[in-house]
């Protein structure tokens, strides 16, 4: 059995689960660390060297922010990828990787299911 973590908001989450922190999708990763308990990996840029490392859970604590939501339902996380393909911040291919790693069902907003132009939908073979 795995490890798991209490976040802020009370989820309890292990390294298999994907969750909200700052308004962005995370996983958590246990280190085997002096100074550092655990971090956060971000969904599509982890082992990137952006993870976020944390000494305890009461450092997070103090980092969680208004955006982080923690857990989400299916249905949160589609209207998070529907958010992000109108924001300049991230590109196709990141909301495409993260369309597929989400645990949701995902069909993009404005996209006709009988359409065929090469949009986000072509992309995640769907």
């Given at each position: 059995?795995?490890?798991?973590l209490?976040l802020?908001?009370?989820?309890v989450?292990?390294?298999d689960d994907?969750?909200?922190y700052?308004?962005?999708p995370y996983?958590?990763v246990?280190l085997e660390?002096?100074?550092?308990?655990f971090a956060?990996?971000?969904?599509?840029?982890?082992?990137?060297?952006?993870?976020i490392?944390?000494?305890?859970?009461e450092a997070?604590?103090?980092?969680?922010?208004?955006d982080?939501?923690g857990r989400?339902t299916?249905?949160?996380?589609?209207?998070?990828?529907?958010?992000?393909?109108?924001d300049?911040r991230?590109?196709?291919?990141?909301?495409t990787?993260?369309?597929a790693?989400?645990?949701?069902?995902w069909d993009p907003?404005?996209?006709?299911?009988?359409?065929?132009?090469?949009?986000?939908?072509?992309?995640?073979?769907?």
């Amino acid at each position: 059995m795995s490890q798991t973590l209490e976040l802020p908001n009370g989820d309890v989450v292990s390294p298999d689960d994907v969750f909200c922190y700052n308004d962005y999708p995370y996983r958590l990763v246990w280190l085997e660390d002096d100074t550092h308990e655990f971090a956060l990996s971000p969904l599509y840029w982890g082992d990137s060297g952006m993870d976020i490392p944390f000494r305890d859970r009461e450092a997070l604590v103090d980092q969680w922010e208004v955006d982080s939501q923690g857990r989400m339902t299916a249905e949160e996380w589609a209207n998070w990828l529907d958010d992000a393909t109108a924001d300049h911040r991230y590109s196709d291919d990141e909301v495409t990787s993260l369309a597929a790693e989400l645990p949701t069902e995902w069909d993009p907003e404005g996209e006709d299911s009988d359409s065929s132009g090469g949009g986000i939908r072509d992309r995640l073979g769907l």
